[in-house]
């Protein structure tokens, strides 16, 4: 039973966000700047978030050459244009609104590994820059000469550079978000798994160490749950999709730095502290990989070592060290879904694996649907 004091103090707020999460804290944040003197609680069943916002790989991307040739198969010009320049959008605003240094962001370019079977994508860079131009100001893509000094696998025919990408360290922006937090005196509760929603008197129903449901009250709520949303909110277009990432053991020598892409963005690595991160293949298994469980694919940790023995170093014997996996949330279409539920609750969830670069812009979005 709960005390006088923690039903007096503790359980009602202006705004409840379920989730802490890239959206749910940035939704917290842009909320509490509009109305400084009203109250705010995140709930985020995990001592970290539960998706993937502290699991990803610290990619500052917002689309291989590769990954927008596909995208453009289902999509018009101008969705693949709204989507491109939205994510550009949203890692500018995190690196003005909280520096680089911060978030150990490093403009290092995002490079698309091309094989030979994938080459007809080269015959449409052209035509990706040219719609692309009028929000950057120059050319996105471009092909990098002397493509050997990188020290791939010679099935690697061409490599397209992207100036606009970059990399950061995704635990240090969750850090930023936690001090800004603090900062606005926004309330967080870990460990507070939301079993039941209530969305019609907004209430968020967590259960508590002494066995004992507790109803959170909120004048008003936002759901950042991602993939974990469809079991709060029915009939969702949201698919869980779990991705894994591995780590080497340091290298004495790395020649490159950068976020480089493989297999049109399924297959994503980089350099962090002279460690290869490698990750993603979820798509040889997708069924088996639509799961909100942790856990490690046998199967797509095997042929991530062999994209790494055979393409990545196949000179080297690499020497692997940890190993994760984050659960993130895809549906129908690549666009967010923000939107109001009833008057009183909205969501804000499916970013596509694109957290890093939407969530704060998305966040922004959702609050400002919330706020009167």
Same mark, same amino acid.
């Given at each position: 039973m709960l005390s006088y004091w923690e039903k007096k103090n503790l359980i009602q707020y202006d705004l409840v966000v379920v989730g802490a999460g890239f959206v749910g804290l940035s939704t917290a944040i842009h909320y509490k700047e509009k109305f400084p003197r009203r109250s705010v609680l995140v709930l985020e069943r995990g001592v970290f978030p539960s998706g993937a916002s502290s699991r990803n790989a610290g990619f500052a991307c917002f689309g291989s050459l590769t990954e927008v040739v596909e995208d453009l198969k289902t999509n018009t010009e101008e969705e693949v244009f709204e989507l491109l320049t939205k994510r550009r959008l949203g890692l500018k605003n995190i690196r003005n609104v909280f520096g680089d240094a911060p978030l150990d962001y490093r403009p290092c370019g995002g490079f698309d590994l091309i094989r030979k079977h994938e080459e007809d994508t080269l015959d449409e860079m052209e035509r990706i820059n040219s719609f692309l131009r009028p929000f950057f100001g120059e050319e996105v893509f471009e092909k990098v000469e002397g493509k050997d000094k990188f020290g791939f696998a010679p099935s690697v025919t061409n490599i397209v550079k992207n100036k606009f990408e970059g990399q950061l360290d995704p635990a240090k922006y969750l850090q930023c978000l936690w001090r800004k937090c603090q900062d606005l005196q926004i309330n967080i509760l870990t460990g507070a798994e939301v079993s039941l929603l209530d969305k019609e008197n907004c209430k968020a129903y967590v259960k508590s160490y002494y066995d004992e449901s507790i109803g959170f009250q909120g004048r008003i709520m936002a759901i950042c749950s991602n993939a974990f949303a469809g079991q709060l909110i029915e009939n969702l277009d949201v698919k869980p999709g779990r991705g894994m990432i591995m780590v080497s053991q340091p290298l004495v020598e790395f020649p490159w730095e950068g976020t480089f892409h493989l297999d049109r963005g399924y297959v994503y690595f980089r350099n962090v502290d002279n460690r290869l991160l490698i990750g993603g293949g979820r798509n040889l298994e997708e069924q088996e990989e639509t799961t909100t469980a942790r856990g490690i694919n046998e199967h797509i940790k095997e042929h991530l070592k062999q994209i790494t023995s055979e393409i990545v170093f196949p000179d080297?014997?690499?020497?692997?060290?940890?190993?994760?996996?984050?659960?993130?949330?895809?549906?129908?279409?690549?666009?967010?879904?923000?939107?109001?539920?009833?008057?009183?609750? %909205?969501? $804000? =969830?499916?970013? /596509? %694996?694109? $957290? =890093?670069?939407? /969530?704060?812009?998305?966040?922004?979005?959702?609050?400002s649907l919330l706020g009167d």
């Open positions: 080297r014997k690499i020497e692997w060290d940890m190993e994760w996996s984050g659960i993130m949330a895809f549906g129908e279409h690549k666009n967010p879904i923000i939107k109001k539920v009833n008057a009183r609750v %909205g969501i $804000g =969830v499916r970013l /596509g %694996g694109m $957290g =890093v670069a939407i /969530g704060w812009e998305a966040g922004k979005e959702l609050a």
